[in-house]
């Protein structure tokens, strides 16, 4: 079956680095998204990565690795508005988007 | 503004009765997608489209269904609710499929 695995929930503090994981198994691949979520409101695109490597923009970083399953998320210079849930996303075979249940971040000050 | 809209922002209905989600993206996407989010499952995909007069099923149709007459918008039906149905649904859209989809504000259901 397919499956998307990231942690249920993180908590970091104002001003540092925290790095969000994500393991994925999917019938084939052809991509991995990125999404932040606010609590009430609709998710947003972060990222995009469909090739191994780091991908920088600006405080937000996702790296992908195709022969381990594995992608993660780092936010540099916390700040409280980065609490919120963050989704990850593989795009398998069929091009269609299999979504993890995502982590919630909770930024303390 | 471009954009994804969704109507009703919420609803509470009662079991049995008929209700349709409305959403209109004015982006010219070719993809449409209709979502449900419940806690602790994150989202799941109901029926998508990948271009105007066609639609597929996702991961967790029955119950629902869609059409897609034209390339801006894609309701959704829920022809008998049921208290299952109790979630937020969220519409997206993305040029084609697998490419960024774009999210509606969302519409807050609950079936009693």
């Known amino acids: 079956g397919q499956n998307i695995d990231q942690p249920t929930e993180m908590t970091a503090t104002e001003g540092a680095i925290v790095q969000i994981n994500c393991t994925y198994q999917t019938s084939g691949f052809n991509g991995l998204f990125w999404y932040q979520q606010h609590a009430g409101e609709a998710p947003t695109f972060l990222s995009y990565?469909?090739l191994d490597g780091l991908e920088e923009k600006g405080r937000f970083s996702s790296f992908l690795s195709r022969s381990k399953g594995y992608s993660y998320l780092l936010l540099k210079e916390l700040q409280m508005k980065d609490s919120a849930s963050y989704l990850c996303?593989?795009?398998?075979?069929?091009?269609?988007?299999?979504w993890g249940a995502g982590t919630k971040l909770i930024i303390k000050p | 503004i471009a954009g994804i809209t969704q109507a009703p922002t919420s609803q509470i209905l009662a079991a049995g009765r008929r209700m349709t989600l409305r959403c209109t993206q004015d982006?010219?996407?070719?993809?449409m997608y209709w979502y449900r989010q419940d806690l602790g499952l994150g989202l799941r995909l109901i029926h998508y489209s990948n271009t105007a007069g066609t639609t597929g099923k996702g991961e967790v149709p029955d119950g629902y269904s869609v059409s897609r007459a034209n390339t801006d918008d894609f309701p959704l039906t829920l022809a008998s609710a049921v208290p299952s149905q109790t979630s937020v649904y969220f519409c997206a859209s993305s040029e084609s499929s697998a490419d960024t989809q774009y999210f509606g504000p969302g519409t807050r259901l609950t079936v009693l």
């Open positions: 990565n469909v």
């Open positions: 982006m010219r996407h070719n993809a």
């Open positions: 996303a593989a795009v398998d075979s069929n091009y269609q988007l299999i």
